[in-house]
């Protein structure tokens, strides 16, 4: 199976991306994670993005569609795909169609998740990752079950992003407005559209994803 996450900054795509990956074995495909994982590590595609990132503007269409094209390469060919953060604009969503086709896989599900804009903020600025494996967590809503540890690796080292200001979440969801929602009628369009309510509890939201793709 192969599934698009769809939804703006703060949504739950990587949460919920992460609840796929453990219960279903499926690999996740965030294109935000590829491009910080350049920037870190001072690659060519790295030095390009990282301006663009910091300022909460998209990268070029052609930088994240080579990702995706070199992940969905190396990928088992029976493992399911989670695309999270990718599409993100017309051109990408015509792009992922061509690298499904030379890949010989196909789109089972575009799931949006709904949210309130407003909470985004919050949502995005409490937000913190593990430093070893990349769990996330928040401030107030999901929090390490034993303080200042990690649940899935026991490390006690925690990072923030650079662009969780909220100066920088306004422009984010400005971008997402005008490039990425409107992508929304292209799947529409083949009837492969489902919307989740992102307001809910992880659970309640993970729940009603599960129920989706069984
Ligand atoms: P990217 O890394 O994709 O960031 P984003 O889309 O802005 O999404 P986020 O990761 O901020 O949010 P999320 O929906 O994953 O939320 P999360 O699950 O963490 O992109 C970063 C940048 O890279 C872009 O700005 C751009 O520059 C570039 N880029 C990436 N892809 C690109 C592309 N395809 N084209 C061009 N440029 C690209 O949840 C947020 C917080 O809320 C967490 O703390 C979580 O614990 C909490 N939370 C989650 N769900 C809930 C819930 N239901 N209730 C309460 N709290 C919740």
């Known amino acids: 199976m192969n599934i698009i996450l769809l939804g703006p900054p703060g ?30 590590a001072g690659t060519p595609v790295g030095l390009k993005a990282k301006a663009v990132m910091d300022r909460g503007e998209l990268v070029s269409d052609e930088i994240v569609s080579e990702l995706i094209d070199a ?14 953060g990718y599409p993100r604009t017309r051109a990408q969503a015509e792009r992922l169609d061509e690298l499904l086709d030379k890949h010989g896989r196909k789109l089972d599900r575009v799931i949006e998740l709904e949210v309130d804009e407003d909470a985004l903020v919050d949502r995005i ?10 769990a996330g967590y928040h401030d107030r809503y999901n929090l390490p079950q034993v303080e ?30 005008a490039k990425t929602a409107p992508i929304l009628p292209y799947y529409e369009e083949r009837g492969i559209v489902s919307r989740v309510d992102g307001m809910a509890s992880i659970d309640e939201v993970a729940d009603k994803i599960d129920a989706l793709l069984s």
């Open 71 to 84: 992940e969905l390469t190396a990928m088992d060919a029976g493992t399911g795909a989670i695309f999270d």
């Open 148 to 177: 200042g540890v990690c649940d899935r690796c026991g490390s006690t080292d925690f990072k923030r992003r650079p662009d969780d200001t909220e100066e920088t979440v306004r422009t984010r969801m400005q971008e997402y407005r």
């Open 125 to 134: 600025t409490g937000r913190f990752t593990c430093a070893n494996c990349g």
């Open 11 to 40: 949504a739950g795509k990587g949460t919920q991306a992460n609840r796929l990956v453990e219960e279903r074995g499926m690999v996740q495909l965030s294109t935000g994670d590829m491009l910080r994982a350049a920037v870190k």
